[in-house]
């Protein structure tokens, strides 16, 4: 299993500040039972427990920097040494698994019904599978507009709290998508450059996000929540995961967790008009 996303998302692919691979668990334990979260959460390590599961893949990781504790009194202890605890393994394929074929932007351009696609910037890195690189690019099988577009987007990610934010004209015709799951503010130009009439990412910041739609009138603007642009990878992690198996004569129960690990819990609206 652990040579299977290994192939899939070559470690050695993540950028250098990343930290992907197994981060609890014995590598030769043999896995029959997965389950797939955007992160190792309380809720998600628990799950993965309650599911008797020998393995927790995750996209985020958990240990970004080095810590000197996992006591329970702090959340990563209680995660870590719940996993411990329950038999369960945890493995991390983030940035590795962003710009891979079948990883999370392109899986987003699936989501939303995108073809023809292609990497929005070509990954240089010499490990890099082919066709590998940051976000995707392709159009719409029809044109619509970006309302419509939009609407599209708020209904095949997993709902949040924050919905789908829109900076563009809502009549606007649409074709050509542009997308990179997680945050992908710092792709802003190469979606301008690669002619995208829409460019959908998630966490777009006010300063950048103004001066760009201040420079030119497209691509529109479609921010998503980070965890809904990343969790539709999860199924096709899930369904990799299975025909790998099945490839080496095996069966592995894979299952996706959707234990909703959006920070946001709800959004208010005024009930009257307000001055700033």
Same mark, same amino acid.
């Given at each position: 299993?652990?040579?299977?996303?290994?192939?899939?998302?070559?470690?050695?692919?993540?950028?250098?500040?990343?930290?992907?691979?197994?981060?609890?668990?014995?590598?030769?334990?043999?896995?029959?039972?997965?389950?797939?979260?955007?992160?190792?959460?309380?809720?998600?390590?628990?799950?993965?427990?309650?599911?008797?599961?020998?393995?927790?893949?995750?996209?985020?990781?958990?240990?970004?920097?080095?810590?000197?504790?996992?006591?329970?009194?702090?959340?990563?202890?209680?995660?870590?040494?719940?996993?411990?605890?329950?038999?369960?393994?945890?493995?991390?394929?983030?940035?590795?698994?962003?710009?891979?074929?079948?990883?999370?932007?392109?899986?987003?351009?699936? &989501?939303?019904?995108? %073809?023809? @696609?292609?990497? =929005?910037?070509?990954?240089?890195?010499? /490990?890099?599978? *082919?066709?590998?690189? +940051?976000?995707?690019?392709?159009?719409?099988?029809?044109?619509?507009?970006?309302?419509?577009?939009?609407?599209?987007?708020?209904?095949?990610?997993?709902?949040?709290?924050?919905?789908?934010?829109?900076?563009?004209?809502?009549?606007?015709?649409?074709?050509?998508?542009?997308?990179?799951?997680?945050?992908?503010?710092?792709?802003?130009?190469?979606?301008?450059?690669?002619?995208?009439?829409?460019?959908?990412?998630?966490?777009?910041?006010?300063?950048?996000?103004?001066?760009?739609?201040?420079?030119?009138?497209?691509?529109?603007?479609?921010?998503?929540?980070?965890? &809904?642009?990343?969790? %539709?990878? @999860?199924?096709? =992690?899930?369904?990799?995961?299975?025909? /790998?198996?099945? *490839?080496?004569?095996? +069966?592995?129960?894979?299952?996706?967790?959707?234990?909703?690990?959006?920070?946001?819990?709800?959004?208010?609206?005024?009930?009257?008009?307000?001055?700033?």
């Amino acid at each position: 299993m652990l040579a299977d996303l290994k192939r899939r998302y070559p470690p050695s692919t993540a950028q250098d500040w990343d930290a992907v691979g197994l981060v609890v668990g014995d590598p030769t334990r043999p896995v029959r039972r997965v389950l797939c979260a955007v992160e190792a959460t309380e809720a998600t390590a628990a799950e993965a427990v309650e599911l008797a599961a020998d393995l927790l893949v995750v996209h985020h990781p958990l240990l970004l920097r080095g810590v000197t504790s996992i006591a329970e009194t702090t959340a990563k202890g209680r995660i870590l040494t719940g996993l411990v605890r329950g038999g369960v393994a945890l493995y991390a394929a983030h940035t590795n698994a962003d710009d891979a074929p079948g990883g999370v932007s392109e899986s987003l351009a699936e &989501a939303v019904g995108l %073809v023809d @696609l292609e990497p =929005l910037v070509p990954s240089s890195h010499p /490990d890099s599978l *082919a066709g590998s690189g +940051t976000g995707r690019v392709g159009r719409l099988p029809v044109p619509t507009t970006l309302e419509a577009f939009a609407r599209h987007v708020a209904s095949v990610l997993p709902a949040t709290a924050q919905g789908i934010r829109i900076a563009g004209a809502r009549e606007g015709v649409v074709e050509r998508i542009a997308v990179c799951g997680g945050s992908g503010d710092s792709y802003l130009e190469a979606a301008r450059a690669s002619g995208a009439d829409v460019y959908l990412t998630a966490d777009l910041r006010h300063h950048p996000a103004t001066d760009f739609r201040a420079a030119a009138d497209r691509p529109f603007l479609l921010d998503a929540a980070h965890w &809904a642009s990343e969790w %539709v990878w @999860l199924p096709n =992690l899930a369904d990799q995961l299975r025909r /790998d198996a099945a *490839a080496r004569g095996t +069966t592995v129960e894979v299952h996706v967790s959707t234990e909703r690990t959006d920070a946001w819990t709800d959004v208010a609206h005024a009930t009257r008009g307000v001055n700033p």
